[in-house]
């Protein structure tokens, strides 16, 4: 199953909510939407205070398309200011894609 890291940052209304919940409820809160989805979270980790980002999970999703769901539906809460998107690869699904006989050229040449 694909996985995929993200990376979060609230808005002061999140960071407001964050506050009041606690951080083990919204792990918990993720960890149901994306076992909803047929997804499993793998890692929640929070930043300290003063990073770029809040925190940082990552998570097991069916696909892209429903990786783009859940997010599609945290964002339309209005308490994250950014949530960064990176598909994770493993060697041996590079390596496949090394080993397939590709064609380029260069601009110019």
Same mark, same amino acid.
């Given at each position: ?28 809160? +993720? ?9 499993? +979270? ?18 097991? +999703? ?48």
């Amino acid at each position: 199953m694909p996985r995929y890291l993200s990376l979060f940052k609230y808005t002061p209304e999140g960071r407001k909510g964050f506050m009041k919940e606690k951080a083990a409820a919204r792990e918990a809160a +993720l960890k149901l939407t994306i076992e909803s989805a047929g997804g499993k +979270l793998e890692l929640f980790n929070w930043t300290v205070p003063g990073s770029e980002y809040s925190g940082v999970t990552i998570a097991e +999703l069916p696909d892209a398309g429903t990786y783009a769901a859940v997010v599609a539906l945290v964002e339309a809460t209005g308490m994250f200011s950014e949530i960064k998107a990176i598909e994770l690869l493993t060697a041996s699904e590079i390596d496949r894609g090394l080993g397939k006989p590709l064609t380029y050229r260069a601009p110019g040449t």
